[in-house]
């Protein structure tokens, strides 16, 4: 029986293509920094660093912790004595970032409907931000986590994996004491949404146009469609 549902973020509940947010949010990080680093270096130890994260499996630390033992010492400084000028960037130039998100009206929908089924929510996605990062995207979906008491929302600094390993979905059922077929996930990345879930045995929708083709691999998502393709279904009792 359904108990719990897994929301991707980006490119799921809000319209993000990562191929112009990740440029944008880069440059103007860096930019921010620039009068302590050079843009380059800074990007290059940020990617570095990002790298190391992703191959967190699960048994180390947490990313935040793997991140900041690359990033920090690459900088030559200590995480204290830069935190103040990171905590300005994402309170005063981050948010210049929403306009590059299309905010889905079935977002709101689907939540909604979630809590009033009495589903654990879960907003699963990759966990390489940090939370403010996360919550104000989350913001921008309209689905805000000063109204939904999500039970779990997944960052860098509570996670020990990311979308690369099915230990990133293990650590999920662990926090929200479920099986995984007592989950679905509902993500647009089929490497991260789809293929990883699968050998833990959590069913995935994917969300992807209708017609568009498959990855040859042992995956097979319960449903394929668009945000709004999906809403109809669950409409539908798709999920009954």
């Known amino acids: 029986m359904l108990q719990a549902i897994l929301f991707d973020l980006d490119d799921t509940l809000i319209g993000n293509s990562m191929d112009t947010f990740i440029p944008a949010y880069l440059g103007a990080l860096s930019q921010h920094v620039s009068h302590k680093f050079s843009p380059q270096l800074f990007i290059d130890e940020l990617r570095r660093a990002t790298a190391a994260m992703d191959a967190n499996d699960g048994t180390g630390p947490t990313n935040k912790e793997t ?14 004595a830069l935190e103040p000028l990171f905590d300005q960037f994402y309170a005063e130039e981050f948010p210049k970032l929403r306009p590059l998100m299309q905010q889905r009206p079935e977002a709101r929908s689907l939540v909604e409907w979630a809590f009033a089924r009495g589903l654990q929510v879960v907003i699963a996605t990759n966990a390489i931000f940090p939370r403010t ?24 600094e509570n996670m ?3 979308k690369s390993h099915t230990a990133y979905y293990c650590e999920i059922l662990d926090r929200i004491g479920r099986q995984p077929d007592e989950c ?57």
């Open 67 to 80: 991140f900041d033992a690359v990033f920090f010492p690459a900088l030559g400084h200590e995480r204290a």
């Open 133 to 156: 990062a996360i919550e104000q995207r989350i913001d921008w979906a309209g689905v805000p986590v000063t109204e939904f008491d999500y039970a779990l929302v997944t960052t860098y």
């Open 160 to 162: 020990h994996a990311t």
């Open 184 to 240: 679905v996930m509902i993500g647009d990345n089929w490497d991260w949404d789809v293929a990883r879930t699968a050998p833990v045995g959590i069913p995935a929708y994917w969300i992807a146009e209708p017609g568009q083709a498959r990855p040859a691999d042992d995956a097979t998502p319960i449903g394929q469609g668009t945000l709004a393709d999906f809403w109809a279904w669950v409409e539908s009792g798709g999920l009954a």
